[in-house]
């Protein structure tokens, strides 16, 4: 037997025994283990029942990511879960922590499941680009019902013990020992007599609901709400065969889809995106025993729309946040801000009476910094200022106590010369929320020349404590994602100048996945944000460098977007519906004359290389400069801050998979004949004639 699994007889119960840390994915030799297992209980005669439990921190998290790509090994997870159901003696799988993917599969093929209160139960796959492809679209419909088994399997989320309970998913909660209650429960079950239940034959789940108007709604839903997306229709067209064909042919069905789904460019972007969150936590040069600085209190300075969001996440984190603002009708104002905020949510149900009142408790406005004597970290958001960033942090430096974290929420501006406004540089550090803070889950943490290893520790606990994608950037103005956006807005509007319209560019980068095209962002950011970053860029960039002068146009007209109702676009009233803005018309055949251009149509495949490609060659700058440590860093922060589509894993993985020979080769193009914007990165010109790839690429750390 593999020494992932053991078998103990108890009496007259095989107890199998699963040990594969840190979450007992179910990889080959685990796999084996546990059919070599059920075999063994099968033969012996003195036993009458199976209890399968998980060592460690939870029941099997599903099957080993980390073996998808590569030639499958036998035994295949289905094969093992088909001996599971086929046993002759009653098994129990016995939860804990979070039975996903194939775990839940597992101990769906077992004939019983009984739950410790705290765990979930959940078919993960779709976030992967997958589908459950061991049984879980045929045998939990049969179990929760279609509609259930669509919700869990679509949206991938897990479902706590409770309810898995009410829909038959699992038997029954249990408190205390895994082992004990499994035996309990297993020797209860032959007390009564009962046998086997396999769920692959239940029907109960499959009857009483009109199960094609279901899928049909789900599938109208799906195409509708991500049609670019690959599995979710898979999914649906697995659990569609569970309801009219027998097991064995759904089986067969399940296992066809899910190949498909296997095998598509969309799995290796989402797995990507599963390994790179959790790489981005590892920082190379942070020694092992670092330990982060415990953060019980906060404070935000600044009540703004950011200040307000970035106070809400710590409300929401249940850390108490204590909300600076100069004086107290400003102060009442963010507040009201916070209560509003909160209600919206308690309004769409998405967040209860009971806990806006929690959180809303944690949240103190004060006006005097003297207030901020005992706080473990403070957050500076105000105006995007050096004058006034240096006033905050003289002052922060003067009252707050030894070893409170100091951080600014600055976008852009140089975190080095905020340090320097303070005694203490190395316990300031960059936490550049994206707006709204609140909701969005990215986190730039900005590493300063002086931030300590100890600071750095701290903001990327305090970043998974407020549930963000925290990824640490270097210095530079405009950080990692910012300053890839200035590339890729600046090549969008010269689009404009050589004869797009927005509509063209928004149209041809929504269609490439993108949430939002360029200018509907612009217009909702405002432009008159883009416009002092240009006025400070045109400032210290070589002056021979050529500025598209579109937004500047729009911005002397005081065309600012939509808070003024027109922008790239025009907006009615209360109407956040882009229209198009008769007035820019005129503005872009100036803007192309003024250069001697002669306005064209422009295919959509340019479109989408000009503004996609811009990211790739600045990611590949930023990565030669170590302002990111590795390409996956810069893909999560694309993913998580910026509406780059998941299924295609950000744009260095993107350009991964294009090719890097091809991508060079394109911006050579576009160098020669669009100037030195495009000069290619040295990083991307090294790798594509080594024929390597960013996600293969480590800085040389000696260099
Ligand atoms: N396979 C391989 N490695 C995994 C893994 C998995 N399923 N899950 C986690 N890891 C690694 C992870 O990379 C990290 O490694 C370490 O374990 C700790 O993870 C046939 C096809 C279970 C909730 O999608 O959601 O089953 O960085 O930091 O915060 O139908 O891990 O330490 O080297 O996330 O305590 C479906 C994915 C697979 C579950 C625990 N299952 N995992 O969270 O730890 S597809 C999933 C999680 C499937 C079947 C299909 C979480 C967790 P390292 P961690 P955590």
Not at 246 to 264: K, M, V
């Amino acid at each position: 037997m593999s020494e992932l699994v053991r078998l103990q007889r108890r009496d007259e119960i095989a107890l199998i025994i699963a040990d594969n840390p840190p979450v007992n994915a179910l990889g080959q030799a685990l796999r084996q283990g546990l059919l070599q297992a059920f075999q063994a209980a099968e033969a012996d005669s003195r036993v009458r029942a199976v209890v399968l439990v998980c060592e460690g921190s939870t029941f099997f998290a599903g099957a080993d990511i980390k073996e998808f790509g590569k030639p499958p090994v036998a035994p295949s997870l289905p094969e093992v879960i088909d001996v599971i159901e086929g046993c002759s003696k009653p098994s129990v799988a016995v939860i804990h922590g979070t039975a996903l993917g194939g775990g839940l599969e597992v101990a769906l093929g077992c004939h019983y499941r009984i739950a410790r209160a705290d765990a979930r139960v959940g078919l993960p796959e779709v976030k992967l680009g997958l589908l459950p492809g061991a049984g879980g679209t045929q045998r939990l419909p049969r179990l929760a019902g279609v509609a259930k088994a669509l919700e869990m399997i679509l949206g991938g989320a897990p479902v706590e013990a409770g309810e898995a309970c009410e829909y038959h998913i699992v038997d029954e909660l249990f408190e205390g020992d895994l082992t004990d209650a499994g035996l309990a429960y297993a020797r209860r079950l032959l007390q009564e007599g009962r046998g086997v239940r396999r769920s692959g034959e239940q029907t109960r789940g499959l009857e009483g609901t009109d199960n094609a108007a279901l899928i049909a709604a789900r599938h109208a839903e799906v195409v509708k709400r991500s049609p670019g997306l690959f599995s979710p229709l898979r999914c649906i067209a697995a659990v569609e065969a569970a309801t009219r064909l027998p097991l064995a042919e759904g089986l067969e069905r399940e296992r066809e889809l899910f190949l498909e789904c296997l095998n598509s460019p969309q799995r290796a972007a989402l797995v990507h995106t599963f390994f790179a969150e959790r790489q981005a936590a590892k920082i190379a040069d942070l020694p092992v025993d670092t330990r982060p600085r415990e953060i019980r209190t906060a404070a935000v300075i600044g009540g703004g729309a950011m200040g307000v969001g970035i106070a809400l996440c710590f409300a929401n984190a249940g850390v108490p946040v204590k909300l600076l603002e100069v004086g107290d009708e400003a102060l009442q104002r963010a507040l009201q801000r916070a209560r509003d905020t909160y209600a919206t949510s308690v309004k769409r149900g998405s967040l209860s009476e009971a806990a806006m009142v929690q959180r809303l408790a944690l949240i103190e406005g004060i006006t005097d910094y003297a207030a901020l004597a005992d706080v473990d970290l403070v957050v500076e958001a105000v105006f995007e200022d050096m004058a006034v960033k240096q006033q905050v942090f003289e002052r922060l430096d003067a009252v707050c106590k030894p070893g409170a974290i100091l951080a600014s929420n600055t976008s852009s501006l140089d975190l080095n010369a905020i340090a320097a406004f303070t005694r203490h540089p190395e316990d300031v550090v960059g936490l550049h929320f994206f707006s709204p803070a609140n909701v969005m889950r990215l986190l730039e943490v900005v590493r300063g020349a002086r931030t300590s290893h100890e600071v750095l520790a701290s903001a990327m606990a305090i970043g998974r404590k407020l549930k963000k994608v925290a990824v640490v950037v270097g210095v530079c103005d405009g950080f990692v994602g910012n300053r890839m956006l200035f590339q890729y807005g600046r090549e969008a509007e010269f689009l404009l100048e050589e004869g797009a319209t927005p509509q063209q560019v928004d149209a041809a980068l929504r269609n490439f996945g993108m949430a939002m095209g360029p200018f509907a962002v612009r217009d909702l950011a405002g432009l008159d944000i883009g416009q002092a970053i240009r006025k400070r860029q045109r400032a210290i960039l070589p002056a021979h460098l050529e500025f598209p002068t579109v937004a500047d146009r729009l911005c002397a007209a005081g065309m600012l977007g939509q808070k003024t109702g027109v922008g790239y676009y025009r907006y009615e009233p209360g109407n956040r519906t882009p229209l198009e803005n008769p007035e820019l018309a005129p503005m872009l055949a100036a803007a192309s004359r003024e250069k001697g251009i002669e306005r064209r149509e422009l295919e959509e495949r340019y479109i989408v290389e000009r503004t996609i490609y811009s990211l790739v060659n600045e990611g590949a700058k930023i990565l030669e400069e170590g302002i990111a440590q590795r390409s996956s860093d810069i893909d999560l922060i694309y993913l998580n801050g910026y509406g780059f589509p998941a299924w295609r894993g950000g744009p260095m993985f993107y350009a991964d998979s294009v090719g890097l020979d091809k991508v060079l080769a394109t911006i050579r193009e576009l160098h020669a004949r669009c100037g030195e914007w495009w000069k290619p990165a040295p990083l991307l010109e090294k790798l594509a004639a080594e024929g390597r790839t960013f996600s293969g690429w480590q800085p040389d750390r000696a260099g």
